[in-house]
């Protein structure tokens, strides 16, 4: 059942020791997300925690600083930032058909919760902060700054043209509210630690160019991890570089995973669905950003998506 | 003689054929800046054109769409995003010493226009816009997508510490007003021109770091573009590289020109002061970014810019 901003926040007065779930290999919005709801909640008088699947990243560790850790058995379940529950990962065995709230701003969003705040904006951190308000919580700075912070990491620190007047306006406000802007960029977006600029460096020498060029791909190796002593949890900031390059029209990261498996982030313009071509392949996202998983090695998970890309491209 | 916004609007509404200067090597900010004030000097029905001293780069082409040329003798001369003279580059020995009225938000501006509207904002647009507003022009789509420009691209779309709450609100009125944001920005950093992206990655092959890896220095030569096919134009994006890696506090980019003499992009965090390393070699800009020229080759600019950075360092 899909809900509103008000009538999320009267089920949540309603509840006590709330479990918060992000989506697995957490991102900015997902752990902004949550420990902003997290932080809300706890100022209301409510249990509440925090979990993933994944690591997460060390960039992030200021969204939960001053967070007591609580033990308590869930009553209440809440998935934020999460669009189908395959991306809950390996929580997904745990928490799977058991999800009391979802908090999303996926298109793709497939109403596994009871019940569904779905608002299709850039960031689920803006649905959040229109919830925390409606909570009546006084927004701190830490709240602040996980929300700016989802706000920032999901639209490439308001680049992409999922970015509305609306958006400006929710940064102003959490600016005002003590989000400190130019230290969380800083952070999410102009720090390379030298591990991901060796990384970042191999990475772009692997880019080959498919369909005349419309199809760029970045692989990555476990061997390119060994190699430059990075790991996976930096590789979110390359999927943006492929479809960096003038006349590319779909942008394509392979991941290597330690099982030989792979990891696929989608990149693509309007003139491309990438949750579609995301979808057709068994995974989900928005229509310019989207991921999915292959049981199969790099090369033959690229030589499938290549034919579906050229499919796809050859419509147009 | 330093004026307010109110009293600017008043100024140019008194003028007949004005000329707008930008300054050299102009960028999103100089331009949209000009660009926005000519239209809305047209709106009002005054005669009115921007010239600069530099090729304008082909992606800024939108920002002069649809401005007729006019030819006229200029009565009233405005310099805009022009913090020095010098920054006039080739105007500078027409127009030196008879600028009447400069709009700026460059804390070093030396006041060498008779009158001065400056505003230490984040974007010259920024002010712009008020200045606009002021002048009672309706804004359309394309004064807004001028000054949008001049926003995202002074701000590194919206990245730096100079972003504020009110930089924010304006970007948020502007997409209102019409800027297509999403596309402006895919035009200023999406898209990287094969030949740029030939360039970039020499740079970062050129990368070298000194003072205990403090100062990283990208260098651009003659060669890299005639290899690559690139220009002077495409380096714009170049010098944010030098300051990403972990640990650098101070990234230098040292472009060679044509007569081997080189210009140098300066980009610092807060310990370090950018203008002040630049107004040392005779240059200006910006705390955290800033320019400056030096009349000899690039390996000596180097040993001086090292020289003078171990000793500003060596102090902190």
Redesign the interface.
């Known amino acids: 059942m899909k809900i509103n901003v008000k009538e999320c926040a009267a089920v949540l007065m309603q509840q006590e020791d709330i479990l918060i779930l992000t989506h697995a290999h957490p991102d900015g919005d997902t752990l902004g997300c949550g420990f902003a709801l997290c932080r809300a909640l706890l100022a209301l008088g409510k249990r509440a925690r925090v979990i993933n699947a994944d690591e997460i990243p060390a960039k992030y560790d200021y969204l939960f600083e001053g967070i007591e850790a609580v033990d308590f058995e869930p009553k209440f379940i809440v998935a934020v930032d999460v669009a189908t529950e395959n991306l809950l990962g390996e929580l997904n065995e745990i928490y799977g058909g058991k999800i009391n709230l979802c908090i999303d701003h996926h298109g793709t969003n497939t109403l596994f919760a009871e019940k569904t705040l779905l608002e299709e904006v850039a960031a689920a951190c803006e649905t959040m902060f229109k919830l925390i308000k409606e909570l009546g919580v006084q927004i701190d700075k830490s709240i602040a700054a996980c929300l700016y912070t989802g706000i920032?990491t999901d639209t490439?620190?308001?680049?992409?043209?999922?970015?509305?007047?609306?958006t400006?306006?929710a940064?102003?406000?959490l600016?005002?509210l003590g989000a400190d802007?130019?230290?969380i960029?800083?952070a999410m977006?102009?720090?390379?630690?030298?591990t991901y600029?060796k990384l970042e460096?191999l990475a772009?020498n692997s880019m080959r160019f498919y369909c005349n060029d419309r199809v760029a791909v970045i692989t990555v190796t476990q061997d390119m991890y060994a190699k430059t002593g990075s790991n996976e949890t930096e590789t979110e900031a390359l999927a943006?570089l492929t479809?960096?390059?003038?006349?590319v029209e779909i942008g394509l990261t392979i991941r290597e995973k330690s099982d030989k498996t792979c990891k696929v982030s989608i990149r693509t313009?309007e003139n491309v669905n990438a949750a579609e071509l995301a979808k057709y392949f068994g995974g989900g996202g928005h229509p310019q950003a989207s991921a999915c998983r292959f049981d199969c090695s790099v090369d033959e998970a690229t030589k499938q998506l290549i034919d579906k890309c050229a499919q796809l491209l050859g419509d147009k």
């Open positions: 920032t490439g620190c308001f680049r992409y043209a999922s970015v509305t007047a609306e400006f306006r940064a102003a406000e600016v005002e802007n130019g230290a960029n800083r977006f102009e720090t390379k630690t030298k600029a460096r772009i943006p479809r960096q390059i003038e006349g313009f």
